[in-house]
């Protein structure tokens, strides 16, 4: 096997067991929109404690990301990788066992630690290890996986449904879990992360291991001159708020608050039971169309794969959320003002079906990619932490109300909402958001620092 060949298999694994994260991050999200309907069978809960089930995962996620940064810069990218995959692991179990509301909701908030450690250890991984070339596709690829773990949770929750097993959907958890633990033992170090460090050698070896010699050589020059920099400068709150940085960190935090208010999470955690109260009554009929819309949100995820560096993000970002601004607010007007009706049912269906399509392409695919490269190397790791805090408190908050809010505003009012947010979206992505597809991380903080306009 020639060096190329080594390469390519060393880029392939890294990016498979780490981008696995992301499949448990979509597993859990997508197992609850089916086991919620059995779980209040044997867990006698009020509607707002649902919510809350919804939310613990993305609440915990939230306080775990805060101190995730800090966490990666002591330990490195690789292993908070393995512990998110141990804590997720027991918390599966906490889940299968639990007999009352109390202990499933905090086996809940440690999956969302876990999840948390995930959601920015991974992209924060992927964008500093992968090379500028394949970037995109890499941290996409935590996506893609992210969106195969929501269908495969609703595929194991329509086998289940015949017998109404919520255990056994959360127990089937373990299976990813089991192989991103096992597997991030075997993931290269961050090559960014070993020069911050000091640990140069170390890091040009880790670079070599990925691309030839004199391009890892130069980009190791590169790096080694944006962590002096770094160095040189004041403390985390200064460099934020920094003129050079205060322009790519309110983008960013802008993007991270918004992107959950589209209603992502909120519509995936609680699609089979907004369907089977538009009109489909059946349980297993409901669950089956939750099932198709996690796969409409594979299919997209695959099509943004394969054109996440060829197509400037931007313009995607810009695109997508224009058309699902479009389709929340036109599925409100068409909850508010028809009855109930299996008719209604289908009309909700497509609906749900167009927005996971354009969000996948758009502003699901690249939410990551764009937050991880955006930010400047001093405030990267603990950026993205703020930035993921305030993405996963906006989907918590917005969980946590999601359905008592559809019971006084009504469900259309929702829709029209979170419609609206996403038009905000779109407006912050095509005045603000610059162009990214091909530059390294240094080329993009360069454009800031030099006031260069997208």
């Known amino acids: 096997m020639n060096k190329t060949s080594s390469n390519k298999w060393v880029i392939a694994g890294m990016i498979f067991f780490a981008a696995m994260g992301g499949m448990l991050y979509g597993y859990d999200i997508g197992i609850l929109s089916g086991a919620l309907l059995f779980i209040k069978n044997d867990i006698p809960m009020t509607v707002f404690q649902e919510s809350l089930l919804g939310a613990a995962v993305l609440g915990g996620g939230a306080f775990a990301i805060l101190v995730c940064g800090y966490l990666a810069d002591i330990y490195g990218r690789k292993k908070m990788i393995m512990v998110s995959g141990f804590i997720f692991i027991i918390s599966v179990l906490i889940i299968y066992f639990s007999n009352s509301y109390e202990m499933i909701f905090s086996g809940r908030l440690i999956q969302g630690i876990a999840v948390g450690f995930i959601s920015i250890t991974v992209p924060l991984y ?109 403390g985390f709150l200064k460099l934020l708020i920094e003129k050079k940085n205060l322009k790519p960190v309110l983008i960013v935090f802008s993007v991270a608050i918004l992107a959950q208010l589209t209603g992502i999470n909120s519509f995936l955690q609680f699609s089979a039971t907004i369907l089977k109260e538009a009109g489909f009554h059946s349980d297993f009929i409901a669950v089956e169309g939750a099932s198709l819309i996690a796969g409409i949100n594979l299919m997209a995820t695959i099509i943004a794969l394969f054109i996440a560096d060829r197509v400037e993000r931007k313009h995607l970002l810009a695109f997508g959320a224009a058309i699902v601004a479009v389709v929340l607010i036109a599925s409100g007007i068409i909850l508010e003002f028809t009855p109930v009706s299996m008719m209604k049912g289908y009309l909700m269906l497509t609906g749900l079906v167009l927005f996971i399509f354009f969000f996948a392409v758009g502003p699901g695919a690249l939410v990551w990619v764009i937050m991880s ?24 908050v917005l969980a946590s109300i999601f359905l008592p809010a559809t019971e006084w505003i009504g469900a259309g009012g929702m829709f029209v909402f979170c419609g609206a947010c996403t038009f905000i979206y779109f407006l912050v992505a095509i005045f603000y958001v610059p162009k990214t597809k091909g530059k390294s991380l240094e080329e993009i903080e360069a454009r800031f620092k030099d006031g260069v306009k997208s």
């Open 373 to 396: 490269e955006l930010l400047p190397t001093s405030v990267r790791s603990k950026g993205l932490a703020i930035a993921l805090f305030l993405n996963s408190m906006a989907s918590a």
């Open 126 to 234: 992927l964008t500093e290890t992968a090379p500028a070339k394949i970037r995109g596709f890499a941290v996409v690829a935590f996506q893609l996986m992210l969106t195969f773990g929501i269908v495969l949770a609703n595929l194991v929750s329509l086998a289940f449904t015949a017998t109404g097993d919520w255990r056994g959907m959360f127990l089937t958890a373990l299976v990813p879990g089991f192989i991103m633990f096992v597997g991030s033992f075997f993931l290269i170090k961050s090559p960014r992360w070993l020069t911050l460090k000091g640990r140069d050698e170390e890091a040009l070896l880790a670079l070599k291991r990925m691309q030839p010699p004199m391009e890892a050589e130069s980009q190791f020059l590169g790096m080694k001159a944006a962590v002096s920099e770094s160095k040189n400068e004041s």
